[in-house]
């Protein structure tokens, strides 16, 4: 069973997601996988293609208190994916 602080954790990326994808400065993809516990996010600037590179990042919401960032597995805090999802609002 999840938390609300899971639930809200999770609210607040996607509504982030949804503001960027509005204001068209980036593309972003939202991807929940329950069986996992796991959010993932992709940023696409500025939009998706096929043949280009976008910035992957994802967060496992049963463990948010997390202190470090491990970007070689594409595993952040919760508020390092919030703070770059920022820079495209």
Known sequence: MMTENQIEAIKRIFDKCIEVNKKGRAEVFFDWHPHTSQVDVSIHVPNWNMNKKCKSMN???DNLDIEYDYPIMNSYKLNTIEK???KYI
């Open 84 to 86: 770059e999802l920022d």
């Open 59 to 61: 967060f496992y919401y």
